[in-house]
């Protein structure tokens, strides 16, 4: 009876290094064109609109936008239904001009509309050149109708923290938003730009 393990004989001494799987971007965040938005093994998560499939089944995005996730009926073989959940990227040009909403315009009562009448109704604001408001917080702003800075800085602190509580982002202040958003409103680029630097 031998009392020398032979070379090359055990079975459970290798390892393997970690492979990272599962979910890299989650819902709503923004995503530039080639990012890997899931890595799993076998085909858990199905590509939609703007993403495709790697050989190791990885999914990446298209195109840049926000990540969104639904869910879809896939028919097996056997006529069985069964659910799974799709990735898709909702494009950055179609964030403002497609999808977002777009205030009525006011009637006009007289022959004239003065300069400010018009901006209200027609020009979106560039949100994000306020601080900590980014391209995704931006598109979810757009959605609840504040397009401009004199929409922001008249919105209400709670309703904006209960609208990033929703979407996992409790963690900003909307407070230095409306601060921000007066200045921008009244074109004080250089107070604002001050402003900035002190909250940074």
């Keep these: 009876m031998a009392h020398k393990k032979a070379a090359w004989s055990a079975k459970n001494l290798r390892d393997s290094n970690p492979k990272y799987r599962w979910l890299k971007l989650a819902w709503w965040q923004f995503a530039t064109a080639w990012n890997i938005i899931v890595r799993q093994k076998g085909d858990v998560y199905k590509c939609g609109l703007n993403t495709y499939k790697g050989k190791d089944y990885t999914i990446h995005a298209a195109v840049d936008g926000v990540v969104t996730f639904r869910k879809k009926k896939y028919v097996r073989f056997d006529w069985r239904k069964y659910l799974r ?7 950055a ?3 403002v001009s497609v999808q977002a909403p777009v205030k009525k315009q006011k009637p006009v009562t007289s022959a004239t509309t003065t ?4 901006k209200e109704t027609t020009q979106h604001d560039d949100l994000t050149r ?8 931006a598109w979810l702003l757009v959605q609840q109708w504040v397009v401009t800075y ?18 996992w982002l409790e963690a900003l202040d909307p407070a230095l938003w409306k601060k921000q958003a007066t200045l921008a409103k009244n ?11 002190e909250i940074a």
């Excluded at 959940?85 to 494009?91: C, D, H, L, S």
């Excluded at 922001?152 to 509580?165: C, F, G, I, M, Y």
């Excluded at 074109?187 to 630097?197: G, M, N, P, S, Y």
């Design 115 to 118: 300069d400010n009448e018009k």
């Design 93 to 95: 040009q179609e964030q």
């Design 130 to 137: 306020i601080a900590w408001i980014d391209q995704t917080i």
């Design 85 to 91: 959940t799709v990735v898709e990227i909702t494009p």
């Design 187 to 197: 074109w004080k680029w250089d107070e604002l730009a001050e402003l900035q630097k």
């Design 150 to 167: 004199a929409d922001l800085s008249t919105s209400k602190v709670w309703d904006l923290r209960a609208l990033l509580k929703d979407n």
